[in-house]
C-alpha cells in the first residue's frame, strides 16, 4: 500500500485551508514540495538503502488524521505541565500536537536578541527573516522532508541574535493528546546569528489514553561563524507513538554543535541526522542513546559532511536493546574533496540484554581526500557476565547487577551534554528507565 | 580454634564445559583457622574457588558443601556473599562506568535488606568507608573512580581487602591474592587480613608461592593435585614443597 497518497490526496484536497491555517512563507514551499512528492512517488520501506530495518511507508500507512483546520484542544494540557528537569531553570514553550503554545516564563524573560514563539506567527511578523533559511537547510528532495513541508502549518521559531548569548536553557515539551488517530507535522527552526550562543531541550511525550500518533518533524539548525548550538532531545513517548524525525544542521566556520538524541521508551522511531559542515574550524558533537524493551524499535541514521578544512567531529550511538526491542543504526562520515585537516570519529556500541533483542549496524566512512584523521567502529555484544558475577559475590542481586551494568552503559553518552543539571537529570532518568519506571514523568502535572 | 564447622566441603566435583576439573574434594575448616592451598598450576585451585562462590561457569557434578549449616551450593552467589562467604579475585574485574562508591553502597544495602535491615544513611555508609579504607591504606581518590578500572595491580589487590573489610565475611578465600603484588603491596594486603582476622572467622588462602604464607600464617597446608588435595599438613609442609617443588608431589601421585 502506497501511503504517501492519503496525505498528499488530503493537501490536494484542502489547499485553501492548510494554507488558511499557516503563513505565506510556509505555504510557498508547499507547491514545490507535492511536485517533489509527486516524483518521487512513495515513502521509503525496507527496500530502500539506510531504511533496511525500518519502513517510514508503514509508519504512515494507518488512517491518521491531520488537524488542518487548527481546531483547538478540549482540555488546556499547556497549564497542567510541570517541568521534569529540576535545577535546570529554562524558558519553556509547549508544543501540544502541532500547536505551539508559549508559556508566561518564555514570554515575560526573553532577552533583548531572543525570539522564541510560533512558527507561523513568526513567519507572519518577520517574513524576510524566516525566508532566509525556512527550508534552506532541509533536503527537498526528501520524501519525508517534503511531506513535512507540504503539511506543517506551523511550529517553533528559535533566533538569537548576533553575538547574543543565551545562558537559560530553551525547553520545548511537545505532547501528544488526541481521542483520535493523530499526524502531527511539526517544524522547528533554530537560528543562532554569527557568534551567538543557544542551548535548546526537546522533550516528547504521549498522553496516556491518547490514540494512536504520528509525529513527523523536520528540524534546521544554523549556526552561524562561531556559533554555538546545543540540542538535546529526549523522546519518552509509549508504544502507541511513531515518529519520523529529520534534523537538518548547518555549521559555519569556527562554530560549535552538540546534538544528543535520547530514546527512553517509543514505539517507533526514526532520527536523521543531517549534518554539513559549510566552514573551517568547526567542532561537532553528535551522539545518541537508544534504550529498548517490550517491542519498541528505534533507528538512528547519520550524515556528517565536512565539506571544510579543520574540522573536528565525534559521534558516539549506543544502544540497550532488552525483551523483543529490536535497534538500527547506519551513520557515516563523508569528508568532501579539498576538505583537508578533517577529524572525524563515530563509534557505534550495543548491547542486547535479551534472546530475541536484535540490532543492524552499518557505520560508513567516505573519504575524499588525503590528511585526514577518521575512524570508526561498531560493537554489539551481550552484558559483561564476568562483572556481573563479580558483583554478584559482592552480594549485588543478579538484576540490580544488569541494571548498573545497562546504566554504566550510557554513561559516556550523558557525558557528552554540556547542560550540567540535565546530565544529571538524564542520569537519574535513566536509572528509573532501567529500573522500569516509566522515566520521567514522576513530578510532571501532565499525566503522559 | 573450636569444635564448631564452618565450612564442610565433601567429595565435591566440578566440570567446566565437559572436563572434570574437581575429582572429590574434602576440607574442613573451623572458625579461627587459616587454610592454605597450594599446588601446581591447573591443579582446580581457582576451580575451587570458582565453584564454592558460585561462578555459572562451572557445573557441580557431586558432593555437597555445609556451610554453617546451609547448603551452599543450593545458593545464588548473591546469597552465598550475604551468608558471609567472600571471594577475593585472582583478577578483579573492571567495570566502566560504575563507580566505588556506588558499587559499595549497593553491596551494603542489598546485604542489609537481605537481613531486613533498613539501607544505611548516606553518614554512615561515608564513615564505614573512610573506617574501612584505612585497613589497607586505599586512596579516598579510587571512591569516585569507576571500579577497578585503571588501578595499578597493587591497587586492585587492596581494593579486594578494602571490600572484605567492609562485608565483614565469615570465610574469606584469597585467590592468587600475592599475585602481581611487589613485597611493599604484599605487607599492606597481608597486613590488611590480619588485621581482619578473629576467632570467629577463617581464611582460605590459595597460593602458587610459600612467600604470602610469611605474612599470613596457616594453620593447615593442603596440596591440591588433579583436581584432588593428595596431603595435608601444617605450616612445615609449605616449606618443604618451597624447597622440593611440586616435582615431588607428581611423582607420589602417578
Known amino acids: ?448 | 580454634m573450636s569444635d564448631e564447622i564452618l565450612l564442610k566441603v565433601t567429595d565435591l566435583r566440578a566440570k567446566v564445559e565437559e572436563k572434570e576439573i574437581l575429582k572429590g574434594i574434602n576440607l574442613t575448616v573451623r572458625p579461627g583457622e587459616v587454610h592454605a592451598i597450594m599446588g601446581p598450576n591447573g591443579s582446580g585451585k581457582s576451580t575451587l574457588s570458582s565453584v564454592l562462590a558460585g561462578n555459572p561457569a562451572f557445573t557441580v557434578t557431586g558432593g555437597s558443601v555445609e556451610f554453617h549449616g546451609i547448603d551452599l551450593l543450593a545458593l545464588p552467589p548473591e546469597d552465598r556473599s550475604h551468608e558471609g562467604l567472600f571471594l577475593s579475585f585472582q583478577y578483579p574485574v573492571e567495570i566502566p562506568g560504575v563507580s566505588m562508591v556506588n558499587f559499595m553502597r549497593a553491596a551494603v544495602n542489598a546485604k542489609r535488606e537481605y537481613f531486613h535491615e533498613p539501607a544505611l544513611s548516606a553518614g554512615d555508609f561515608l564513615k564505614l568507608m573512610r573506617q574501612k579504607r584505612a585497613i589497607v591504606e586505599l586512596d579516598n581518590k579510587l571512591a569516585s573512580r569507576s571500579v577497578n578500572e585503571g588501578f595499578s595491580g597493587g591497587e586492585k589487590k587492596r581494593n579486594e581487602i578494602f571490600q572484605m573489610a567492609v562485608l565483614e565475611p565469615r570465610l574469606s578465600i584469597l585467590d592468587e591474592t600475592d599475585s602481581g603484588l611487589d613485597i611493599d603491596a604484599l605487607r599492606v594486603v597481608a597486613g590488611g587480613v590480619n588485621q581482619l582476622k578473629t576467632s570467629r572467622n577463617a581464611t582460605i588462602v590459595i597460593t602458587h608461592y610459600q612467600r604470602l604464607l610469611d605474612y599470613i600464617k596457616p594453620d593447615f597446608v593442603h596440596v591440591l593435585y588433579k583436581g584432588r588435595i593428595v596431603r595435608t599438613g601444617g605450616p612445615e609442609l609449605a616449606l618443604e614443597l618451597e624447597e622440593k617443588g611440586y616435582d615431588w608431589i607428581k611423582e607420589e601421585n602417578l
Open chain 1, 1 to 448: 500500500m502506497n501511503a504517501l497518497n492519503q496525505y498528499t490526496d488530503l493537501y490536494e484536497a484542502n489547499r485553501a485551508a492548510v494554507d488558511a491555517g499557516s503563513a505565506p512563507v510556509l505555504n510557498r514551499l508547499r507547491p514545490e514540495a507535492l511536485d517533489a512528492l509527486k516524483r518521487i512517488g512513495r515513502l521509503p520501506d525496507k527496500s530502500d538503502e539506510g531504511f533496511e530495518k525500518t519502513s517510514v511507508n508503514d509508519m504512515f500507512a494507518p488512517d491518521f488524521g491531520v488537524n488542518i483546520n487548527r481546531m483547538s484542544l478540549p482540555v488546556d494540557v499547556a497549564s497542567s505541565f510541570r517541568c521534569g528537569v529540576p535545577n535546570l531553570s529554562t524558558l519553556l514553550g509547549i508544543m501540544v500536537n502541532d500547536r505551539f503554545m508559549p508559556t508566561a516564563t518564555l514570554v515575560g524573560n526573553l532577552p533583548q536578541g531572543v525570539t522564541v514563539c510560533s512558527l507561523a506567527k513568526a513567519a507572519a511578523e518577520q517574513p524576510a527573516l524566516v525566508e532566509r533559511y525556512y527550508g534552506t537547510a532541509a533536503r527537498a528532495d526528501n520524501a519525508g522532508t517534503a511531506l513535512n513541508t507540504l503539511l506543517s502549518q506551523d511550529g517553533i521559531f528559535i533566533h538569537v541574535g548576533k553575538g547574543v548569548r543565551l545562558d537559560k536553557a530553551i525547553q520545548i515539551v511537545d505532547i501528544f493528546h488526541s481521542a483520535f488517530p493523530l499526524m502531527a507535522a511539526r517544524r522547528v527552526l533554530v537560528v543562532a546569528e554569527d557568534g551567538a550562543k543557544v542551548a535548546v531541550l526537546k522533550c516528547d511525550h504521549t498522553q496516556t489514553g491518547s490514540e494512536r500518533c504520528l509525529a513527523s518533524e523536520v528540524i534546521e539548525i544554523f549556526a552561524g561563524r562561531g556559533a554555538e548550538v546545543e540540542w538535546y532531545d529526549i523522546e519518552e513517548s509509549d508504544g502507541s507513538t511513531s515518529r519520523y524525525s529529520q534534523l537538518y544542521a548547518r555549521q559555519e566556520g569556527g562554530s560549535s554543535l552538540t546534538v544528543c538524541g535520547s530514546t527512553l521508551t517509543n514505539g517507533v522511531t526514526r532520527n536523521e541526522y543531517h549534518i554539513d559542515v559549510c566552514g573551517e574550524h568547526t567542532v561537532t558533537h553528535l551522539s545518541g542513546m537508544a534504550i529498548g524493551s517490550s517491542s519498541q524499535h528505534i533507528d538512528n541514521f547519520s550524515v556528517l559532511r565536512h565539506g571544510a578544512c579543520h574540522g573536528h567531529s565525534d559521534q558516539l550511538f549506543k544502544y540497550v536493546l532488552d525483551e523483543r526491542s529490536t535497534g538500527a543504526f547506519e551513520g557515516s562520515i563523508e569528508v568532501c574533496h579539498g576538505s583537508r585537516f578533517v577529524e572525524a570519529y563515530q563509534s557505534n556500541r550495543n548491547i542486547l540484554a535479551s534472546k530475541d533483542a536484535r540490532m543492524h549496524s552499518k557505520p560508513q566512512l567516505l573519504i575524499y581526500n588525503d590528511d585526514v584523521k577518521c575512524s570508526h567502529g561498531a560493537t554489539t555484544g551481550q552484558l559483561d557476565e564476568k562483572a556481573m558475577f563479580y558483583m554478584q559475590t559482592r552480594g549485588i542481586p543478579r538484576e540490580e547487577a544488569r541494571r548498573m551494568l545497562m546504566q554504566a552503559f550510557m554513561a559516556d553518552v550523558i557525558d557528552t551534554i554540556a547542560l550540567e543539571p540535565l546530565r544529571d537529570r538524564l542520569r537519574h532518568m535513566v536509572e528509573r528507565r532501567f529500573a522500569g519506571e516509566k522515566a520521567g514523568c514522576r513530578d510532571c502535572g501532565a499525566g503522559c
